[in-house]
């Protein structure tokens, strides 16, 4: 028999109203050592989907009120008998009923178990569950309608598609390969190449979301540079809206990366304020410098601020000529003090924004900006087929497959070593939906979940 | 009362093709064998196609021959045209296929056996089987009884057999022989899982009674391929020429008007036929759109003029099936000598046997070839030769051989059976791998002499023979891989012709090798260092430069397949009580009781996420385990 856990199911902190989820083969049997029913109707009796009022007891003393409510396996998230006890919010509270479940018999769940014995028990596919823990981990509105569409198994079926025509063309190659040769023609192998090509698109198209569902669903990696003093940190102040950055009119006081997550529009933007751009002596600011550089290689976008007065010194387009090609915005910053000429940033080719950090003048203009720089303007997360790490590793090895399989038809090689490639494909896109395990898969997804779920 | 016959190692019910090859098997591995027959003018018979090979199964063949077994050098001896089928399309699924004196082959077997030491051919019915304390007995019709350490059932289609011509059908075993109906309650009374299977033969026709010329002619290959590798090419017989003709409307409609009087589509036969050798009829029901089906009309021998109709299989009534045959192109005035037939017969679940063939809960009883589910000459030779080596091995208290799927379509055709079961006869397939680039006719001495010479099956001469071949090998790959073609205008003109890019320096001559559109003997004349190879040495060099990259993937994914396989799920594991496992997994784990991990995810009804409750089951064994 398996254990029994229980965890708190609700986000620590002060709230309305807070869940301990148990399960197991005695989950039911534990629950009732705690609660109370008001009616005196114990949860044994209770029937599947029914809710008991009643409260929480810990040796005579109540600790809140409560509603019991009894899912009976299989008919639960875990596929096991689920009592789930609501009381009242409050991480004291919520924490007394944990303990007091914990002492009447039941573990304290593992990171992540609550969806693993569901993935066990046949509740969700790999993907599904993945979904979970991302609606668990999700930051912003628009990561949770994706979270929220894969869970519903958009993925799976986006990727059960080209699956499925991908094993198609496996099965023509293999059945091509056992009708002799003296046969009649087979038909079907004729359309392998443009099998081949289709899936290609698919899978094209599939990597490519992954950066945009990146950025929705872990926030959109920012970076702010500019020159020392071009007023990075004012900015984002602003965009914080608290004073985070140490702001002082001498040059060179940022030294530190700074992170700061900025929401809006359903967007997460994750700042890093960091040292001027200035080639520098200073031992501890160097560091900085170099730690910007990198930062602005791996950018998702690239705030350059600079100080409208210096648009056109030697400095500014040394910034901007390396920041070309970049998704960047350039903040010619302190419109309130003089109006700059944007041609310096347009001509290569960055889009930019007269703006003053310091009153706000011009931010509607730099969201919108920043928007479309990003690719995530008209987003909305619920077309859902965007992968997350693991998926996307698997979706290049399947796109790379396929080409080296159209590499082999098109030179000339023989069908069976197409095959070879197919077949690989296929086992990707096996291992993506879960079909196929391996040992790393089950390890991977779990080990990220967070208990209470 | 019966008579105390002897005491051997091995007995072997039944010389057909998996017989012989078990009863060779135990007996040149020393063990004490007799092996039985119902007739003893049928041992080896082929009461179906007169031909051995074709796609896989000719693979099948060249396994057998690199473990020692007999049916490749049977075949090449006997052969009377030879093909290697698929050469367009790729070394992958180049099948070899011969066509047989079935008389002269079935006369090679038996006299095959009655030379072998340790064997003892005879002729007998089998109709009582069961286990003493000193072993299992077998009990003839004639009340001898014989009393062995293992017993190995290759019954075919005897067991119980039963034919169909139209509204007719009669007990029966092929060819007109008797049927083993007593044996079949003695299984049955050791409780094990026997079902109907059914499989069917065309017609042979008075070859003077054929009009040949409208028939297409489909000789032999020019250049001779043997299937073992210890034939010499010059010996075999490659003069006899097949024929191709086609069905037609008319024969469609005489099938037609006549499918109520067919056993099949009137519900007579319960036993199940074969999906990928289906009858004439069930062709014209399945594929009604077809216009025409091809029909090959093969000789039998050397020394008879019965032809057979590779393709046109009925158990429609004899007048019915005359009918039709004469609606075909050059066979208007056709006389039919052997009319077609169905036959239904009893076998087992293969689920029921371990991978070693030994059946479960049943030790030193041994199943193979179409009692197992099987259909076909090569996949029966394939698991008689496992099964005689396992029996012997048994008896001997050494470890079992089982031949896993990447090294063989054997392990494949073994693990397919015993794994996924059979829900029709069972035929091997180049699909049914997935390891197909590794698993080719060439390189089936590679892969298994080495173990074929360690069992103590493949001779000295043999084993050195093959040996000497990889080293030839191994030296020209080094070579060709090493050296450098120089540009010259001639080679260039070949180069164009060809459609591939000419040279302006020297190029490496493994990478012209490998450009799809130039072969290894097109470089010959260029390559003056070449030294003289074997054909079937040149061949390997080839494929192993051509398709090396391919080559080097697919053993990646072996690798990968190894890890589960070597996941072993230990003995006497009770699937009730793991935690996690949906029901139905439970049960499918339960009959097939699988040895690895591997093995367990390749059985329908067990899903991945099955697979990883056991490996996390696997897991918290493991940590017990190194905790006490």
Known sequence: MGKTIAAVATPQGEGGIGIVRISGDGAVDVADKVFRSQSGKVLRDAAGYTALFGGVWRDDEKIDEAVALVFRAPKSYTGEDVVELSVHGGSFVVNCVLRAVIDAGACLA?????????????????????????????????????????????????????????????????????????????????????????????????????????????????????????????????????????????????????????????????????????????????????????????????????????????????????????????????????????????????????????????????????????????????????????????????????????????????????????????????????????VEVANKVFEHFCVGK | MSYFAGNYDVLVIGAGHAGIEAALAAARLGCSTAIFTINMDSVGNMPCNPSIGGTAKGHLVREIDALGGEMGKAADKTTIQNRMLNRGKGPAVHSLRAQIDRRAYSQYMKHTLELCENLHLRQAEITDLFKGDDGWHCVTQLNAEYVAKTVIIATGTYLKGKIYVGEVNYESGPDGTFPSNSLESALLKLELPLRRFKTGTPARVLRSSIDFSQLEVQPGDETVTPFSFSTDPETINNESVCYISYTNDATKEVILRNLHRSPLYGGVIEGVGPRYCPSLEDKIVRFADKKRHQLFIEPCGLDTEEMYLQGMSSSLPEEVQIEFYRTIPGLQNVQVMRNAYAIEYSCIDPLALKVTLEVKGHDELYGAGQFNGSSGYEEAAAQGLIAGINAALKVKGEEPVVLSRSSSYIGTLIDDLCTKGCSDPYRMMTSRSEYRLLLRQDNADERLCELGHRIGLLSENDYEAFLERQRLKIKEVERLENSFMAPSEKLNELLEIRGTVPMKTGVRMSDLIRRPQLSYSDLAEFDKERPELPAEVAEKVEIEIKYSGYIERQAAQVKELVRLENRMLPDGINYDDIKGLRLEAVEKLKKVMPSSIGQASRISGVSPADITVLLIFLDKQDRKGESL
């Open chain 1, 110 to 438: 593992g990171r992540g178990e609550f969806t693993e014995r569901a993935f066990r028990n046949g509740k969700l596919d790999l993907t599904e569950a993945e979904a979970v823990m991302e609606i668990i981990a999700a930051d912003g509105e628009q990561a949770l309608r994706a979270s929220m569409a894969a869970k519903g198994g958009a993925v799976s079926k986006k990727c059960a598609a080209v699956k499925e025509s991908l094993t198609f063309a496996a099965a023509t190659v293999a059945a091509f390969s056992d009708f002799p040769d003296e046969e009649p023609e087979f038909s079907g192998i004729d359309r392998l190449e443009e099998m081949l090509v289709n899936a290609e698109d698919e899978l094209d198209r599939l990597c490519a979301n992954y950066d945009t569902g990146r950025m929705i669903r872990n926030g959109i990696n920012t970076v702010i540079v500019g020159p020392p003093n071009a007023g990075k940190s004012t900015l984002m102040n602003l965009l914080v809206g608290c004073e985070r950055s140490i702001v002082t009119p001498v040059a060179g006081t940022t030294r530190d990366v700074i992170e700061e997550t900025v929401r809006f529009d359903g967007l997460t933007l994750r700042l890093s304020d960091t040292a001027g751009l200035r080639e520098t002596e200073d031992t501890v600011e160097q560091i900085g410098v170099k730690l910007t550089r990198e930062r602005i290689e791996s950018a998702d976008l690239i705030i350059a601020v600079v100080d409208g007065a210096d648009v056109d010194r030697d400095e500014t387009a040394e910034l901007l000529d390396g920041i070309k090609g970049r998704p960047a915005v350039v903040v010619l910053n302190k419109s309130d003090l003089n109006v700059a000429d944007k041609t310096v940033a347009e001509s290569r080719g960055l889009p930019c924004v007269l703006m003053s950090a310091k009153d706000g003048t011009g931010l509607l203009e730099f969201k919108n900006l920043i928007k479309t720089v990003t690719n995530t303007a008209n987003l909305t997360g619920a077309e859902g087929v965007y992968l997350n790490e693991r998926q996307r590793d698997c979706a290049v090895r399947a796109l790379k497959n396929v080409r080296e399989a159209l590499d082999a038809l098109r030179c000339g090689m023989t069908v069976d070593a197409v095959g070879v490639c197919l077949d690989d494909a296929v086992s990707a896109l096996m291992e993506l939906t879960g079909e196929r395990v391996t």
